[in-house]
């Protein structure tokens, strides 16, 4: 039996674009000879749709769209993912649907069981879970069919291990009736740590049952999420046969692999590569998705906006990407001159806008008020606020879009300016601890020197007063970003990260920080997500709280 | 039978803060002969905790806390609500458990079964629910325990009328045991729609079963979420013999009522006082938990920042609250002095502080990049984030908070500035409709003018160009509102809209508005939720998607 994978970048709620999308493949897989195509899950509305799952003519939409894809297989079969109606006397008003589509007809439907709500899935919030497992029959095979999570006995869960959230492993139900192999169609975001835990789902899988394993995933940025794709194919002894390419769109048409056929498990590396390839499909398809050409970003001379024009270059190229440099009285001199040495070798168009003017303005209107006071951190954030408003200004003359430089260690602790640099519509690299921005720095300029290594050398600095390093108001990025991870990913306690040897004043204060600054991340934009944890819907803290 | 209600307001995750409040009340409630004191849901980690429920050593602190409670527990009984460890061999790690306390020990605990995963709610990701049914024995009387959602069979959703959620339906399960009352604790927000529903599901309950009901809810403001309080008691035959105030802690001790002995169901009347005291209550349990004592209001002299102030100033104390008015060269002079008269009228400081300098110096800088091209937007938004600079200023340097002023109809179509005036901590009036705000300026003028009704009778108008009106850009909020109000609340698509008679260009230029302001409400200060379904996160859609 031929069967192609599918592997595509859909639209949220755009189930005309989407179901065009699926059609034309389903042509293709046709030409290639193949038997049955298989999409990801829910592919027809996107996923996450969120409350758009909520919009009953959204969801009529989707059932006209299944019926039209059924005009297109009277010679080949189609597995494709979507929602359908619940038809119950209770429970949620969906379902989340594996649809199996052969000579015009819907043959099977099999509903999602195992329905993940946590991190930053919300399935139970739309979907009632399938309760019924029957494989589906094709071609004298037996389908064992099933979607993405159903296929999860247990879930990875940082310090406390893998824990077993459901009461039911739908593959051992449907091994009651012989299948002849293993479908899982997903939507499984990318994080660098979850890649090779997710391969090796697929092969203890397959190796438990002694069953090939198809798994199609969809791909591209999805506002903040990712989806690296990555779908799979693996053999009965648990060997991978196939992988399609990551953080691309891919057809590929497979023989399904009847015995021991493929390569064993292969030692992943470094993750910047990825991350890399992952942060520019992010840009490229928010951008892309929303209908907007080009991106503006506030150079200062530091390593983050650097990195973070170097990626919205590659994404929307050189001549989509405007830099803005903002110097003020407290730039250093190489501020300017390494911004401007990075824009000149990248080809990126730049303006140099003064601030000072905008600063006394300022300085003058408000000083009849704070007379007394000294200069704070009050006169600080007026020069990022100054530059964000700039920066807006160009977005709203021009129609490019802010993107936001902030690392995840400044989100974290609450170091930038709520209206300043913490403005923009994506968050570029806020789920990248600073540490971890040096590494990807270093996969950018792995051929060439893209980002001057002035930039990288540096130390730290916000440079909003004179002489100022982020090493006077935090510890140094090495230990900060050490207990970060273990409190933020691994969801540890201060008294536990003390007990690893860190001191207890200063993790102590970081996690202070961390608290008191759930306001100011419940107003940043969206960060594009990379690691297990990333702030945003998928840690949810309430900001009058105290813990 | 004594029994206590003890409605009270808790801080989230503070377990020491929740636990000494519940100790203090079982004292009282010891004093006053009471035989039992019931508490809310989750009281002792305070609702909603969202993902301080994961940190395992906060729950640790809980399970302390219940057996430090258990210690008070001689001679009076509790019923208090907390996190329980599930013990189970799958599921989530946490239980929602009514804890029965008596004579120092827990006597029974009873996990809640109906966990809300919709709207604002996400027990699913926290949460596995009870499965076994049976009532707790004391003093010879048999009690129907439960949580909550447990209690509501069906839930009203919007215009799909009530659907059923859930397969099982607790309270049929508990009268087997023929138990002789029932107990509700609660977590149920406040809206305006809601009250009265909430009201009649306790009286069919208790007339379905004749039996009385007794339900304590917590009070106050949580973030967005305001808690009414309201605890109620019921008799046999659904009548309400008790109810605590609204927006107020109460402890109050009843006799169970044995019979009919209640008042037949009240009409309630007009919902803005009640809207009045949540919003106050919202902010003042805003400062109050986080520790905040002043706010600082930009006043324009147009409506909704002068209900803003109002309000502030009622919760805060008028020595409390900043006004600071910031007029531009598009000012009218009304605005000026309407809004200076309505600081003289309460007493309430003010600076003005003119944006002419930095306008004029934005202007200086940004002019040779934008030379060639007309005034527009950019403009207007340039003078909006000035304001916000400043408001910031004096919240970084005075530790005021900025309350934010933007109403519903705003947030929904984008007519505002992001990082201009979207900013604040806390939108006050983002869940009222423009039409709602001014019944509420009625309402807080109800006894005096505390706002001048110059503010209140003067076209609405952003004062960002010279004569602009709302108008220019919006249908009339009469209109503008029916239609969001159809399509937020009631769910409806723009089709069915149309259908009731609304103009289709206006209809489909509103819904395309909403959809594409996604991205600015993502940066918006949470609203404090008075409706059935506010902005935030009760309303969750994707910002790159099409529908």
């Given at each position: 039996m031929k069967v192609a994978l599918a592997q595509l970048n859909y639209i949220p709620g755009n189930i005309r674009y989407n179901t065009g999308k699926i059609i034309t493949a389903i042509e293709e897989a046709h030409n290639y000879g193949a038997d049955l195509v298989i999409f990801s899950e829910l592919a027809i509305i996107g996923y996450p749709a969120l409350d758009i799952l909520n919009m009953q003519e959204i969801i009529t939409e989707c059932m006209s769209a299944v019926k039209e894809i059924a005009t297109c297989t009277n010679e080949i079969a189609v597995i494709v993912g979507g929602p359908s109606h619940n038809t119950g006397v209770y429970g949620k008003s969906l379902h989340n649907t594996a649809f199996f589509i052969h000579e015009g007809r819907i043959k099977a439907m099999v509903n999602k069981t195992l329905l993940p709500t946590y991190d930053v899935f919300d399935e139970n919030r739309y979907f009632e879970p399938g309760d019924t497992f029957f494989p589906v029959d094709f071609k004298g095979k037996k389908i064992a069919l099933t979607v993405c999570e159903d296929i999860w006995e247990e879930q990875p869960c940082g310090d406390k291990g893998n824990v077993r959230?459901?009461?039911?492993t739908p593959l051992d139900e449907l091994m009651r009736h012989n299948p002849d192999f293993i479908v899982n169609i997903a939507a499984n975001p990318f994080s660098h740590s979850r890649i090779k835990i997710r391969e090796s789902i697929f092969r203890e899988n397959a190796r438990k049952y002694h069953l090939p394993l198809i798994s199609v995933n969809q791909v591209g940025g999805y506002t903040d999420l990712l989806f690296d794709g990555s779908s799979t194919v693996i053999d009965a002894n648990g060997n991978v046969t196939e992988k399609l390419p990551a953080f691309e769109e891919a057809l590929r048409v497979i023989e399904i692999p009847s015995m021991a056929s493929g390569t064993p498990e292969e030692n992943s590396t470094d993750v910047f590569p990825t991350i890399h390839k992952a942060l520019v499909t992010g840009i490229r398809d928010y951008f892309n998705k929303s209908g907007i050409k080009k991106a503006v970003v506030g150079l200062s001379g530091g390593i983050d906006s650097a990195v973070v024009l170097a990626l919205a270059s590659e994404a929307l190229g050189n001549d989509n990407t405007l830099a803005v440099l903002m110097p003020s009285c407290y730039s250093s001199s190489h501020s300017v001159t390494d911004a401007v040495e990075m824009t000149r070798r990248n080809n990126i168009p730049h303006h140099i806008v003064e601030i000072e003017k905008a600063r006394l303005a300022f300085d003058g209107m408000l000083s009849p008020f704070f007379r007394e006071r000294e200069s704070d951190i009050t006169e600080e954030n007026i020069q990022a606020r100054i530059r964000a408003v700039i920066l807006m200004a160009f977005s709203n003359k021009f129609g490019h879009m802010v993107l936001n430089t902030s690392n995840k260690s400044e989100a974290a602790v609450g170091y930038g300016t709520l209206y300043g640099d913490m403005c923009g519509g994506l968050s570029v690299i806020g789920d990248l601890y600073k540490t971890e921005v040096y590494k990807l720095a270093a996969e950018i300029n792995?051929?060439?020197?893209?980002?001057?290594v002035n930039i990288i050398n540096k130390p730290p600095s916000a440079e909003l007063k004179p002489d100022q390093f982020d090493t006077d108001s935090l510890p140094p990025y090495e230990i900060l970003d050490s207990i970060l991870y273990r409190h933020i990913?691994?969801?540890?306690s201060a008294e536990k990260i003390i007990a690893e040897g860190f001191d207890s004043d200063v993790v102590n204060k970081v996690i202070r920080l961390v608290r008191n600054n759930e306001y100011k991340r419940r107003q940043s934009p969206p960060p594009l997500r990379v690691s297990s944890r990333a702030f945003g819907s998928g840690r949810r803290i309430p900001i009058v709280s105290k813990y």
């Open positions: 959230l459901y009461g039911v792995s051929t060439r020197e893209i980002i001057p990913e691994l969801e540890r």
